[in-house]
C-alpha cells in the first residue's frame, strides 16, 4: 500500500480484505459516498477485488426477486461459497418498508459469516446510484464473497445499467402478473443470461415459462454470446422445486464465461460502464457547484438571448480542466 495512505484507511483495507463484517460494512458507507477518504478506500480496494463471480437478478416488482435471493443464497451456502448480497431497494430510505421486509426473509443468515447482506436505497442515494452500488460491489469482491448477488427492479434506466454490470444477469419472472409485456418494454428480457419463472407453484406457470421459450425462439438475440442458450429456469420458493437447478445453471454460466473467452470481454464492458459514469458523477459535481458562480453569467446571456445555449453549456465545461488532478467531491 502507498505510505501516503492515512492509516486509518491502511487498517480499513486490511480488516476488509481479512473479511471482517463491521469493516466490510464501513467500507461500503465510504464507498458509496465521494469523499476522499473514499477514493482512496476504493483505489486499494479495486488492486484486490476481481475474483468475485457477479450476479444480477432483475425483474419486475414483486416478481419473487428476495425470495429467490433468499433461496439462493441457502443453495450456495450448501455449496459453502460466500455470498455478498446488495438489494438495491427503490422504497423511501425512510418508510423503509420493502427493506424491512427482505431483512426479514434474510434473518436467517445473521450468524453466517458467509453471507453479507445489503440493502442501498435509490431514493437519496449519494451521487449516481450505478457508480455507488457498482462501488460497493468491489468491496465485496476484495472481502473475499465468491459470488455477488445483486437484486433490483427491472425498471428504470439506472436498475438495467446497475443488473447489466453483472457477470451473470438473471431476469425473473412471474406467473399471472403480465411480467412477459412489462419486461419487454423496459427492455429487460434482452439481457437474459438465464430466465427464471419464480412461482412455479402457481397454476399459470407452465404459460409463463412457454412464453419465454417461444420468444427465446423467436430469436431475441441476446447479448450476441452465440454459444450460450439463455436458459429457462421454473422455480418455485415455497417448494424448493429448480433452486438446485437455478444454481448449477449460474455456475455453468461462469464456467461458459470463463471458458469462452466472454469474461474478459464483459469484464472490459463493465469497467467501461462504471469509469463513464464515475467521470459523469465527477462532471455533474463539479458543473453543480457553479449554480451559484459562473454558470449565473452564462444564463444571464442566454436570458437576454446574447449566447445560445450550447456554447453556454460549452464555456461552462471550461471550469472542467482542474479535475483530471484533483478529486471529485472534496476540491474547493
Ligand atoms: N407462491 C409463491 N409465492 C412466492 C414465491 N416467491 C415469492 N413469492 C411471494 O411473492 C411476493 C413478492 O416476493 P418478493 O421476493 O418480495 O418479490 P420482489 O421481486 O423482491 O419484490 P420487490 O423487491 O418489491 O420488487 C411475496 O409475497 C412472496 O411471498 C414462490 O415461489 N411461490
Ligand atoms: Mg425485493
Redesign the pocket.
Given at each position: 500500500m502507498p505510505d501516503t495512505l492515512p492509516d486509518e484507511i491502511k487498517t480499513l483495507v486490511d480488516e476488509v480484505l481479512a473479511g471482517k463484517a463491521r469493516s466490510v460494512a464501513r467500507a461500503m458507507s465510504l464507498a458509496e459516498g465521494r469523499s476522499e477518504q473514499s477514493e482512496a478506500l476504493m483505489a486499494e480496494l479495486h488492486r484486490h477485488a476481481g475474483r468475485a463471480h457477479i450476479v444480477g437478478l432483475t425483474?419486475?416488482?414483486?416478481?419473487?426477486?428476495?425470495?429467490?435471493?433468499a433461496a439462493l443464497t441457502r443453495e450456495l451456502r450448501k455449496r459453502e461459497l460466500s455470498v455478498g448480497i446488495i438489494?438495491i431497494?427503490?422504497s423511501s430510505p425512510f418508510s423503509g418498508g420493502?427493506i424491512l421486509?427482505?431483512r426479514v426473509?434474510m434473518t436467517g443468515f445473521a450468524e453466517d459469516d458467509g453471507v453479507f447482506i445489503r440493502s442501498m436505497a435509490t431514493r437519496g442515494a449519494l451521487g449516481g446510484l450505478a457508480r455507488a452500488s457498482l462501488d460497493t460491489v468491489d468491496v465485496l469482491d476484495a472481502a473475499g464473497f465468491d459470488i455477488v448477488l445483486i437484486?433490483t427492479?427491472g425498471v428504470g434506466q439506472d436498475e438495467v445499467d446497475i443488473v447489466q454490470a453483472a457477470h451473470t444477469v438473471v431476469v425473473?419472472s412471474?406467473p399471472g402478473l403480465g411480467d412477459e409485456i412489462q419486461a419487454i418494454k423496459a427492455g429487460v428480457l434482452e439481457i437474459a443470461d438465464i430466465h427464471v419463472v419464480?412461482?412455479?407453484?402457481?397454476p399459470d406457470a407452465p404459460r409463463t415459462v412457454q412464453d419465454l421459450q417461444g420468444m427465446l425462439h423467436l430469436g431475441r438475440p441476446g447479448k450476441g454470446d452465440k454459444d450460450w442458450a439463455t436458459p429457462v429456469v421454473p422455480?418455485?420458493?415455497?417448494?424448493g422445486e429448480g433452486i438446485e437447478d437455478l444454481v448449477a445453471k449460474i455456475i455453468a454460466h461462469y464456467d461458459h464465461l470463463e471458458n469462452s473467452g466472454e469474461m474478459e470481454v464483459r469484464k472490459r464492458q463493465i469497467l467501461e460502464m462504471r469509469i463513464i459514469k464515475t467521470a459523469e458523477d465527477i462532471l455533474r459535481d463539479r458543473l453543480m457547484r457553479e449554480r451559484a458562480g459562473k454558470l449565473q453569467g452564462l444564463l444571464e446571456k442566454a436570458y437576454q438571448r446574447d449566447m445560445d445555449v450550447r456554447a453556454a453549456a460549452r464555456d461552462l465545461l471550461g471550469v472542467v480542466t482542474e479535475l483530471k488532478r484533483k478529486g471529485g467531491a472534496d476540491e474547493p
Open positions: 425483474g419486475v416488482p414483486g416478481a419473487g426477486k428476495s425470495t429467490m435471493v438489494a431497494d427503490p420493502a421486509g427482505d426473509r437484486e427492479v425473473v412471474a419464480s412461482k412455479c407453484d402457481k422455480t418455485s420458493a415455497e417448494t
